[in-house]
């Protein structure tokens, strides 16, 4: 079975652009998670969905972040305009219950010059 | 003070050796607690969860102290393949609140 998956890997942009990360839960996992983990510093909470909604997103750093699970299947993660402290790498997860197991996904390295 | 609090390391042990990470957090209320290894540029992985009761997988022994709001993780004859990142992560609801890890590094 395959885990969960994030695209791209890798992206580098410049300050003031749009970049858009993409995660596939494993299938059948209702609950999807953001985390993002920032050089020198400890991974962290950015929201969690249940199928297709909000849960929490207590961890969004400001409105320039926006997460959307259309159809409660896979998740993006859009940056609007980029900053250079958004550099990191962004981990999505997702369990079966809220409660259950998070598998986590290789993560998307991104990069704001 | 941070949520969960780690020794960053490196601990850099021979292998066959012993070693212990410990780890502490701030919130009382937290529910569940578990350890997770990170192989570099690698996405964490769950190695184990962690009981009051204490609970061993093979070479791994983790336990749990809520009085005490600590959490240890034992590795008993380390292998070269041990080397990587430990994270201590602690739960309310769902969501994960990560220590920043303590590397391990384990040589011929």
């Known amino acids: 079975e395959a885990g969960v998956t994030q695209f791209p890997s890798h992206s580098v942009i410049e300050k003031g652009q749009t970049v858009t990360l993409r995660c596939d839960p494993i299938?059948?996992?209702?609950?999807l998670y953001w985390y993002r983990r920032v050089m020198g510093k400890e991974i962290k909470f950015l929201l969690h969905?249940?199928?297709?909604?909000?849960?929490?997103e207590s961890g969004m750093p400001n409105n320039r972040f926006l997460a959307e699970r259309t159809g409660g299947t896979y998740s993006t993660l859009k940056v609007q305009p980029a900053e250079l402290e958004d550099s990191g790498v962004y981990f999505c997860?997702?369990?079966?219950?809220?409660?259950?197991?998070?598998?986590f996904g290789p993560g998307t390295r991104l990069t704001v010059l | 003070r941070k949520e969960v609090e780690q020794d960053p390391g490196p601990f850099n042990v021979p292998e066959g050796a012993t070693v212990a990470f410990n780890c502490t957090y701030s919130?009382?209320?937290?529910?569940?607690f578990f350890w997770y290894r990170q192989d570099c540029r690698k996405e964490p992985k769950l190695l184990m969860s962690?009981?009051?009761s204490g609970n061993e997988d093979g070479r791994f022994t983790a336990q749990l102290n809520r009085a005490s709001q600590y959490i240890s993780l034992l590795i008993r004859d380390s292998k070269l393949s041990d080397s990587a990142t430990y994270l201590c992560?602690?739960?309310?609801?769902?969501?994960?609140?990560f220590g920043k890890g303590t590397m391990l590094l384990v040589s011929p």
């Open positions: 992560v602690v739960t309310g609801y769902s969501t994960l609140t």
């Open positions: 299938s059948g996992h209702d609950n």
């Open positions: 962690v009981y009051s």
């Open positions: 969905f249940v199928k297709e909604s909000k849960q929490d």
């Open positions: 997860a997702s369990s079966q219950g809220t409660k259950g197991e998070q598998f």
């Open positions: 919130n009382s209320a937290s529910q569940s």
